[in-house]
């Protein structure tokens, strides 16, 4: 079936530091892919996102690129803040022929450290 | 244009009582749907409801139900509630059923069941 795994957290970083956290899918077709960012207490936001291969989603910072070929959407940054400091969920969404969900990875936790 | 809305944003019940959550979703979004997020289950689909109807549902017993009203409000009603409820329920609207259409969360309900 379809799914999306992601790397285990929590991940801890100095501030300034290059982020990668890795997302990888199973899925038949072509999905759109969602990265989205959860801080504490709050509900999900939508950091960016990517509807086609070799699409690349960026915000804040932010990027995405939708591997095809390798059915892969990693999230990186340049330089993460302390405020950075959140929950990140990768998040794929497929043709069901009626409605559609969003099938989430198991959250990755980042913590940035001064 | 105002978030998705949820109310309440917290509630306490026992076990075997129900419970009713609201959801309001983004002006001209006619789509919403509801997910549950446990920490070891982690973020689950209930279902889409779109136009009044139920487009999809996840995995869930039938004791999860809802609804959607002529002005896209929904709510889920959890009734028979059981320990393993609790919970943040969360509230997804978008504005159509294409797999390109982010969808955008409410701040969800916190659900603790004693």
């Known amino acids: 079936g379809n799914s999306v795994t992601q790397m285990e957290g929590p991940v801890t970083l100095s501030e300034e530091a290059f982020l990668t956290i890795n997302c990888t899918y199973t899925?038949?077709?072509?999905?759109?892919l969602f990265w989205y960012v959860q801080y504490p207490g709050e509900g999900l936001q939508l950091l960016l996102k990517?509807?086609?291969?070799?699409d690349k989603g960026s915000n804040k910072g932010f990027e995405a690129t939708y591997r095809k070929e390798t059915t892969s959407f990693h999230l990186e940054k340049g330089s993460v803040q302390v405020s950075d400091s959140a929950v990140y969920f990768c998040?794929?969404?497929?043709?069901?022929?009626?409605?559609?969900?969003?099938?989430f990875g198991t959250g990755t936790q980042l913590k940035v450290e001064l | 244009k105002a978030g998705v809305t949820q109310t309440p944003r917290y509630l306490i019940k026992t076990r075997g009582q129900q419970v009713t959550l609201s959801c309001s979703p983004i002006s001209g979004h006619r789509s919403v749907s509801w997910y549950q997020q446990t920490p070891g289950q982690g973020l689950q689909f209930l279902f889409e409801?779109?136009?009044?109807?139920?487009?999809n549902k996840g995995n869930f017993p039938g004791r999860f139900s809802g609804r959607q009203f002529s002005n896209s409000r929904s709510e889920m009603n959890v009734s028979t509630l059981e320990l393993g409820d609790s919970a943040l329920y969360l509230c997804a609207s978008r504005e159509g059923l294409a797999i390109t259409d982010t969808q955008y969360f409410g701040p969800g309900t916190r659900l603790t069941v004693l």
């Open positions: 409801y779109f136009s009044e109807t139920q487009r």
């Open positions: 998040a794929l969404m497929f043709e069901t022929g009626g409605g559609n969900k969003l099938t």
């Open positions: 990517a509807t086609k291969a070799d």
């Open positions: 899925a038949t077709g072509y999905p759109s």
